[in-house]
């Protein structure tokens, strides 16, 4: 699957920076073209997280709006099969349910367009999210304004990022904490539950004694079973970790709000908690002291928001969470996280610098000494790379 609509130019080509008299420049105007692509990003090693695995690539959709001024905006759909949805579902969601509802619309009618689009298909939460980012990035950048000041302004330049260590072989991810300690990172977060309780504790008991300047994080992705599961998270928070996240399937709501009550390290969930209907129910059953807020799987920057806010009213914490995603997404969350004061525990948007063979950005997603700078031009900030497009989308 590749790019669909014939005939547009390739990103940053054509009047979109126009100032000639008679060129559309406002939010009044049509989105004429809606192109799709359907990539396989490479990966530099396999990564086992809990209830799966991600090996040789990871498969996102990339949705390019343009508006008849010419400007484009751009939205990514990451998926995980066992997570979220498949790449197949966020393509035919945006090909066959969504495109009716965008095209031929105002760029300034970003809520009803949003609103149709919920209404077109059940769940498909990352095609939505994809929508929702490339809409805010093509009125970004008509109106000249960062997709932050879009959602209502900035509370922090940088972001703190966590780098997840999740390869089967260890001996490479003793590599790469050398290597992001270098660069400046002192967030990890450790993925377990996948390959046996003596494994998990002796990286534990490696990384305490050999990285001591990392604050740690674990998270078993649903991997635990409901029968050991309180024995072997009591055993991880022996080690105390910053949290522990979402160590059971996400419908054992009971099982999550006993291991709670039974551990002195903050407990969070992520597969619990999709989006604001999730986070209701998480709050009134307490099943944890914090929430991972995803732009895929809440369906977008506006209702990932609403997590993050019901948390915190409800005295929770919140950070930035990622699928597997290239640097497209991550600046969809950055600039979320931007605009978000209640996410207060970093992000986790790594993957384009540490994970990818190669991302599809024109320019390096901006994270250097381990925080994630949030840009300030126009929409996303960042275009991809028309290119690495084409070239990824035929391999897929």
């Given at each position: 699957?590749?790019?669909?609509?014939?005939?547009?130019?390739?990103?940053?080509?054509?009047?979109?920076?126009?100032?000639?008299?008679?060129?559309?420049?406002?939010?009044?105007?049509?989105?004429?073209?809606?192109?799709?692509?359907?990539?396989?990003?490479?990966?530099v090693s396999r990564r086992d997280h809990g209830i799966g695995a991600v090996e040789g690539t990871?498969?996102?959709?990339?949705?390019?709006?343009?508006?008849?001024?010419?400007?484009?905006?751009?939205?990514?759909?990451?998926?995980?099969?066992?997570?979220?949805?498949?790449?197949?579902?966020?393509?035919?969601?945006?090909?066959?349910?969504?495109?009716?509802?965008?095209?031929?619309?105002?760029?300034?009618?970003?809520?009803?367009?949003?609103?149709?689009?919920?209404?077109?298909?059940?769940?498909?939460?990352?095609?939505?999210?994809?929508?929702?980012?490339?809409?805010?990035?093509?009125?970004?950048?008509?109106?000249?304004?960062?997709?932050?000041?879009?959602?209502?302004?900035?509370?922090?330049?940088?972001?703190?990022?966590?780098?997840?260590?999740?390869?089967?072989?260890?001996?490479?991810?003793?590599?790469?904490?050398?290597?992001?300690?270098?660069?400046?990172?002192?967030?990890?977060?450790?993925?377990?539950?996948?390959?046996?309780?003596?494994?998990?504790?002796?990286?534990?008991?490696?990384?305490?004694?050999?990285?001591?300047?990392?604050?740690?994080?674990?998270?078993?992705?649903?991997?635990?079973?409901?029968?050991?599961?309180?024995?072997?998270?009591?055993?991880?928070?022996?080690?105390?970790?910053?949290?522990?996240?979402?160590?059971?399937?996400?419908?054992?709501?009971?099982?999550?709000?006993?291991?709670?009550?039974?551990?002195?390290?903050?407990?969070?969930?992520?597969?619990?908690?999709?989006?604001?209907?999730?986070?209701?129910?998480?709050?009134?059953?307490?099943?944890?002291?914090?929430?991972?807020?995803?732009?895929?799987?809440?369906?977008?920057?506006?209702?990932?928001?609403?997590?993050?806010?019901?948390?915190?009213?409800?005295g929770m914490t919140a950070y930035g969470g990622d699928m597997f995603e290239s640097g497209l997404?991550?600046?969809?969350?950055?600039?979320?996280?931007?605009?978000?004061?209640?996410?207060?525990?970093?992000?986790?948007?790594?993957?384009?610098?540490?994970?990818?063979?190669?991302?599809?950005?024109?320019?390096?997603?901006?994270?250097?000494?381990?925080?994630?700078?949030?840009?300030?031009?126009?929409?996303?900030?960042?275009?991809?790379?028309?290119?690495?497009?084409?070239?990824?989308?035929?391999?897929?």
């Open positions: 699957m590749g790019r669909l609509s014939a005939g547009l130019e390739p990103a940053g080509v054509g009047p979109a920076n126009s100032t000639s008299e008679g060129t559309v420049s406002d939010l009044d105007q049509t989105i004429i073209g809606y192109d799709l692509w359907h990539l396989a990003l490479p990966v990871c498969e996102i959709v990339v949705l390019r709006l343009t508006a008849e001024g010419g400007q484009n905006g751009w939205g990514e759909a990451a998926p995980w099969a066992v997570f979220t949805g498949s790449p197949e579902a966020s393509y035919a969601a945006l090909d066959r349910y969504i495109r009716p509802h965008v095209v031929g619309r105002r760029v300034g009618d970003r809520a009803a367009i949003l609103a149709d689009a919920a209404r077109a298909v059940a769940h498909c939460t990352e095609a939505k999210a994809a929508l929702e980012t490339a809409l805010l990035d093509l009125t970004g950048r008509i109106a000249g304004l960062p997709v932050w000041a879009l959602l209502g302004g900035k509370c922090r330049d940088t972001i703190p990022l966590s780098v997840s260590i999740a390869n089967p072989d260890f001996d490479a991810d003793i590599d790469l904490l050398r290597r992001i300690r270098d660069d400046g990172v002192r967030l990890i977060k450790l993925k377990t539950g996948f390959a046996g309780h003596a494994f998990d504790i002796l990286r534990l008991e490696r990384i305490a004694r050999d990285f001591p300047d990392f604050e740690v994080r674990v998270d078993f992705n649903q991997g635990l079973e409901p029968g050991d599961a309180l024995a072997r998270v009591r055993d991880i928070a022996a080690f105390s970790p910053a949290f522990i996240e979402q160590p059971v399937r996400s419908h054992h709501f009971g099982l999550m709000r006993e291991i709670r009550s039974a551990i002195q390290v903050p407990l969070l969930a992520d597969e619990s908690v999709f989006g604001p209907e999730d986070m209701t129910r998480a709050v009134t059953e307490g099943i944890a002291d914090g929430v991972s807020v995803k732009i895929m799987k809440a369906g977008g920057m506006g209702r990932a928001r609403a997590v993050a806010q019901m948390a915190a009213a409800a997404a991550h600046l969809a969350g950055a600039h979320m996280i931007a605009a978000t004061p209640e996410i207060t525990l970093g992000c986790e948007f790594y993957q384009a610098q540490y994970y990818l063979a190669e991302d599809i950005l024109e320019a390096p997603f901006p994270s250097q000494g381990g925080k994630v700078t949030v840009p300030d031009g126009p929409g996303l900030g960042i275009r991809p790379d028309f290119d690495k497009l084409q070239h990824l989308a035929n391999a897929a």
